[in-house]
């Protein structure tokens, strides 16, 4: 008995209503209607398909921090976001700089089988920002990493740096960097700026950020390597990546939900829910991402879902961890400030939400079209719905979300992942 | 309006009676019997999470003057030395019955965590919290230059005050250019660029960086401790130079008006931002800010807990 599911009257890309037929994990038929022959149906009448949606910035927790998070937690909370690929950073313990852990990773995330879970190596030994780590175990390991990241550090030196773009380019891998100059971040709570300023709270200056960018584009650009800028936040760094790409220099960035919706302002409560790092800056920058992720200079979303136990952001500010919740309300929050808004269109969300994603980590079967014959990885969402955050009911083992409380336009209706219903809204 | 927090928690009105009740208690404070009993049956606990002796002993003798029952709370030898949450720490104190919490701590914003109402009901007064704001001294500050400028009433339109040295660290400037500002001062910050707050010019101040030019034109100087940390950490080259360009001594106190005061929130380093002479001048108010803490400590338990709430509300 075959697996098939049947999603009837939903629009495919927002462009016409087609019923589409899976079977087995592959998009068997596509057509203006099908009728139903044994398996699931999904009304999808006024929704719309699109392909699963890739993170390339993804906090799994798993090994050594399972009061945060475990891959089997982190993967559901990935399936409710639409999501059914994840890049599980490297800032485990132990961490993830050789091919055991990232193997241990990988097999976990099959095991659990609700998204792709795709491992990312450190890029330098212990994130240490030392020695490199064992890059090409890592990367010809069964878990096949090609992206290579110290999130959480940035590789700040600058020769470390050069010989890391250079050497993952002999299995076409992929350095990202959290941009952030560790000497001009010391102590850092949140954005260098006149609240900060006010509160008395260390500031984090956006050319800790922007000078990282800088010297890094050129150092890829010289050498011929792949280098994905995680998480830009300041306007800045925004228009450095716009002239480096004007350049025809090969670079890639991400922005986070969080950095397209809130601002430091919000910081005036002292509530460390709203501690991130890189942290939160000023409208001019939030509408500066958002007009970047419009006009291609920011080419993806990546959620930073960063899980922290209550006790870690229960605390006063300067004690408390940094870091959000992210994936559960990625989807809702990109809908709400581009697309429900007019910024992009579905087309341009499909890219920024999984196609390039997908290309940029090497992720083959995934950012795929929907078409007859390609794996069956869809998120079907309600444009005309609306989702109201509430951290008691996210899947994620963690509750720091800064939106409780708060609506947002669209909802995530159901997620397939290789054909099978990894979530689907009511149940 | 339940706790003091933050300046900008008070109104002008509010600052000023807070003010003229500070006088009242200050009488108190001069006749015989040295009590009131007020807040008789309230519990205030002194929560000092960091090392502090004037503004402690100034608060606790406010307290008892008010016949308040006193808990003294400080981190060394407590369970806050050995690690317990600010949580656990309030949770203790509800559970005690407080009803006001002065709080000092090291970290900024943390009398706001306490006041946000989940952890203890009780009022929560601001001793000084991180390098974010110290209302109290800058209460103090404020009755000792309308004492000595204003004729001890009303507000403090028309004087011109110097606050100088580590400003961005310091939560007495970042009270006191709130609080003077409210009152109708004009303020100048005298500080090397190192040590002033990122996008300062935000700030209703003016800013300088040449001491001498602005020591004419003064009425009161508030000179603010430099921590021996920041020339480690290379906020300036040296002591001798910081001393040099941002210290104050006699010479510098010469071309101060006559009428002028000089004002230090203590403790002092004799020697690098105030020399001996200065600080013992007949200008210096030092010692008399020590004495005048407690009058507006004692005005400030009076009306945040004891006060009634229209009162307190205007």
């Not at chain 1, 560790?182 to 950020?209: C, D, F, H, Y």
């Not at chain 1, 010289?222 to 480096?244: D, K, N, S, Y």
């Not at chain 2, 519990?43 to 406010?62: G, H, K, M, P």
Request: hydrophobic letters at 40%.
């Amino acid at each position: 008995m075959s697996n098939r599911i049947l999603i009837k009257g939903g629009s495919i890309l927002g462009e016409g209503v087609s019923d589409v037929l899976i079977e087995d994990g592959v998009i068997k038929e596509i057509s203006a209607s099908i009728s139903s022959s044994g398996g699931e149906t999904i009304d999808a009448t006024g929704y719309v398909l699109l392909p699963g949606f890739v993170d390339l910035h993804t906090h799994l927790r798993e090994p050594g921090r399972e009061n945060s998070e475990t891959i089997a937690t982190g993967s559901l909370a990935a399936a409710r976001g639409g999501y059914v690929a994840v890049s599980a950073m490297a800032n485990t313990l132990p961490v993830a700089d050789n091919a055991a852990i990232v193997e241990q990773v990988s097999a976990i995330g099959k095991s659990v089988g609700l998204v792709d879970v795709f491992p990312i190596g450190a890029v330098t030994k212990g994130l240490e920002g030392q020695e490199l780590s064992d890059l090409g175990s890592m990367a010809h390991s069964r878990a096949q990493v090609r992206v290579f990241s110290d999130d959480g550090n940035c590789v700040s030196d600058p020769l470390l740096m050069r010989r890391a773009l250079e050497y993952v380019k002999q299995f076409d891998g992929v350095i990202a960097q959290h941009a952030q100059d560790p000497r001009l971040t010391e102590g850092s709570q949140m954005n260098e700026g006149v609240i900060a300023s006010t509160l008395g709270l260390k500031g984090w200056p956006a050319v800790a950020e922007e000078s990282i960018i800088a010297r890094d584009i050129l150092l890829a650009n010289m050498v011929g390597a792949r280098l994905h800028i995680c998480h830009v936040t300041t306007r800045g760094g925004v228009e450095i990546i716009r002239w480096a790409k004007a350049q025809g220099m090969q670079v890639t960035a991400e922005v986070t939900p969080h950095h397209l919706l809130l601002t430091d302002e919000i910081a005036e409560s002292y509530d460390p829910i709203y501690k991130v790092n890189p942290p939160l800056r000023t409208q001019s920058d939030v509408d500066s991402l958002r007009e970047a992720v419009a006009d291609g200079t920011i080419d993806i979303i990546g959620t930073d879902h960063a899980p922290h136990p209550v006790e870690s952001k229960e605390c006063e500010w300067q004690n408390a961890a940094f870091g959000m919740v992210g994936l559960e309300t990625a989807f809702p929050i990109v809908y709400s400030t581009l697309i429900k808004t007019g910024r992009i269109s579905w087309k341009r969300a499909v890219e920024i939400m999984s196609s390039k994603p997908a290309q940029i980590g090497g992720y083959t079967s995934h950012g795929r079209s929907i078409k007859v014959g390609e794996p069956a990885h869809i998120a079907i969402i309600d444009p005309n719905g609306s989702t109201v955050v509430d951290r008691a009911n996210l899947a994620s083992k963690s509750k720091n979300t800064p939106f409780h409380g708060m609506e947002f336009h669209g909802n995530i209706v159901a997620t397939l992942f290789n054909g099978h219903l990894t979530h689907k809204v009511g149940n | 309006m339940k706790h003091l927090l933050s300046i900008n928690d008070i109104s002008k009105d509010f600052a000023i009676t807070i003010l003229d009740t500070a006088t009242e208690m200050a009488r108190v404070s001069e006749g015989a019997v040295k009590k009131l009993p007020t807040l008789r049956g309230k519990t205030v606990v002194n929560l000092f999470a960091e090392d502090s002796t004037r503004t402690r002993i100034s608060f606790e003798a406010a307290a008892k003057r008010l016949s308040a029952d006193v808990i003294n709370f400080t981190a060394k030898g407590s369970s806050i030395s050995k690690g317990e949450s600010l949580k656990d720490t309030a949770q203790t104190l509800q559970a005690l019955g407080a009803d006001a919490v002065v709080i000092r701590h090291p970290a900024s914003g943390a009398a706001h965590q306490l006041a946000r109402g989940k952890w203890i009901n009780g009022t929560v007064i601001n001793a000084g919290d991180g390098t974010h704001e110290h209302p109290s001294q800058a209460l103090l500050d404020a009755y000792t230059i309308r004492k000595h400028l204003a004729g001890g009433k009303g507000d403090l339109t028309g004087l011109h005050i110097a606050i100088v040295g580590d400003i961005l660290h310091s939560r007495v400037a970042r009270s006191n250019v709130l609080l003077l500002t409210k009152l109708g001062a004009s303020v100048t910050l005298v500080a090397p660029p190192t040590l002033l707050p990122y996008q300062v010019e935000a700030w209703p101040v003016k800013v300088s960086h040449d001491f001498d030019a602005v020591l004419p034109t003064v009425d009161a100087v508030i000179m603010l401790r430099i921590q021996q940390e920041r020339m480690s950490d290379l906020y300036f080259p040296s002591e001798r130079e910081y001393s040099t360009l941002f210290g104050i001594d006699a010479e510098r106190l010469a071309l101060t008006k006559p009428s002028s005061i000089l004002m230090h929130p203590g403790p002092m380093n004799r020697g690098l931002e105030i020399s001996a002479e200065a600080a013992d001048s007949p200008q210096s108010v030092v010692v008399e800010q020590v004495a005048n803490g407690v009058s507006i400590r004692m005005a400030i338990l009076y009306l945040f807990i004891a006060g009634s709430q229209e009162t307190i509300n205007e």
